[in-house]
């Protein structure tokens, strides 16, 4: 918006004084005219007609004084056109005004001065009868044109500085203009970053007039998305409760088959009523995953959140018979919500946990813009050709473990809404290595 301000301003600037400068020099060609058609017609008025002589006379002397001054710039001459004899100003000294008669009237032109100046010059043929005899006269006078050019540049230079002034005045008006029109729009944007931070859940603060329905469509729009997820999370949990009680009957169906030696069935009754608690668990997780723009930054401190995972780890039945082995050589803010990085670094621990044989080695470290967090286990192994389907959802590659396969997925979905990527290592020599990498959050965010 500034920069188009300026160049329209410019512009019109460019374009206004080139046509107040048209106006000054039409004008100033006019004065010009009008001072030269003044002198000739005074001019004319104080010719001698009863001069007894072949050359022209004047009754009195012009009252301009630069008419007496020699090579002045302003000049007049009578040219007697049947004798050719010339009278002519001091000014002229002792050049003649070549000027060609016309018998048109007055005739206004450029012609050579006697000091090689550019003049203009206005002519007029004339008659005057003198007792029996008729006499012709040019009568001619001219002005240097150095003093128009004189004046019009002068007043160039006086209008452009004037120009500058103004246009630099405008320009500034523009910027304060923008800025201040704009600081609504800035405190906007900043309500709005709030709002997704979840800092607040609407626009709080007064707009103007012009800014304020945005505002109530935004708040309306903000109060239809919550009251959208607090209906969508509230039917995921009415689904997950209903389920509940079919799944319970399902597990006392099982336990009664059990108990009549119906093994085989009650193993599957078992083995149904466990999925679909875990995928069920698995969907209510999702549905409190925060979604976030690129642009919105969090603080959370990684190292803090693997501590207080491993400390919990350590107390259970899978973490209590392991080596945890810490190394956090740097301390870093990933830019992921808090609740997030919880739940992403309780499922890559507790795999770790599930599947290592003594020892669970986890490394914190920040390389350029991205946090690494390592984890690795000496359990068995995943197999090559199987690393590609790790994360995948339901993918299990033992079933004599518990679980089904639905820890690392919700890990992607993680990663996926945050910008972090994750990678396995894995063989049966060298047990499996996770790599989680996030973004940091950057200084001054």
């Known amino acids: 918006m500034i920069s188009a301000g300026t160049v329209w301003i410019l512009l019109a600037l460019i374009l206004a004084g080139s046509a107040i400068s048209y106006l000054f020099i039409e004008n100033v060609e ?29 009754t009195r002397h012009l009252p301009d004084p630069r008419y007496e001054t020699p090579f002045s710039g302003v000049y007049w001459q009578i040219v007697d056109l049947d004798s050719q004899m010339v009278t002519r100003s001091r000014s002229l000294w002792d050049k003649i005004l070549q000027v ?33 005899k008729e006499r012709h006269y040019q009568v001619v006078v001219a002005q240097d044109r150095s003093i128009l050019d004189e004046t019009i540049m002068h007043f160039t230079w006086e209008l452009t500085a004037a120009f500058v002034v103004l246009g630099a005045a405008l320009i500034i008006a523009a910027v304060l203009l923008v800025k201040f029109g704009l600081v609504p729009f800035r405190q906007l944007r900043s309500e709005v970053e709030d709002v997704r931070k979840g800092i607040s859940s609407c626009l709080e603060k007064q707009y103007p007039a012009e800014v304020y329905p945005l505002v109530a469509e935004v708040n309306e729009l903000l109060k239809l998305q919550e009251t959208s997820m607090e209906f969508a999370r509230a039917r995921a949990s009415d689904l997950a409760h209903g389920l509940k009680t079919p799944l319970s009957i399902l597990a006392t169906l099982a336990h009664e088959l059990e108990g009549r030696g119906e093994k085989s069935a009650a193993a599957l009754l078992f083995s149904l009523s466990d999925e679909m608690n875990s995928r069920v668990e698995y969907q209510l997780k999702l549905s409190k995953l925060r979604q976030r723009a690129k642009s919105h930054t969090l603080r959370t ?94 993918q299990r590659f033992d079933e004599t473990v518990n679980g089904f396969g639905l820890g690392l997925a919700i890990a992607k979905e993680i990663l996926a809404i945050n910008r972090g990527s994750i990678a396995f290592e894995s063989g049966p020599a060298m047990g499996t290595l996770v790599t989680v990498r996030l973004p940091l959050s950057a200084a001054g965010d």
């Open 30 to 58: 006019k004065g010009l005219r009008s001072d030269l058609n003044a002198t000739l017609s005074r001019l004319i008025a104080i010719i001698d007609i009863e001069t007894k002589g072949n050359s022209p006379r004047l």
């Open 100 to 132: 060609a008669p016309t018998t048109d009237g007055e005739h206004l032109s450029s012609i050579s001065g006697p000091a090689g100046q550019s003049l203009s010059a206005l002519s007029l043929t004339t008659s005057f009868q003198a007792g029996d």
């Open 301 to 394: 401190h990684l190292e803090s959140i693997v501590s207080r995972a491993v400390a919990v780890l350590e107390r259970t039945r899978d973490g209590e018979r392991l080596d945890w082995r810490i190394e956090i050589l740097q301390d870093s803010e990933v830019n992921i919500d808090a609740n997030d990085l919880v739940e992403l670094v309780g499922v890559v621990l507790e795999n770790a946990a599930k599947w290592a044989k003594s020892t669970v080695a986890v490394t914190v470290t920040a390389q350029g813009d991205v946090a690494e967090l390592r984890v690795h286990d000496d359990g068995p192994g995943i197999e090559k050709s199987k690393l590609e389907l790790v994360g995948l959802r339901g």
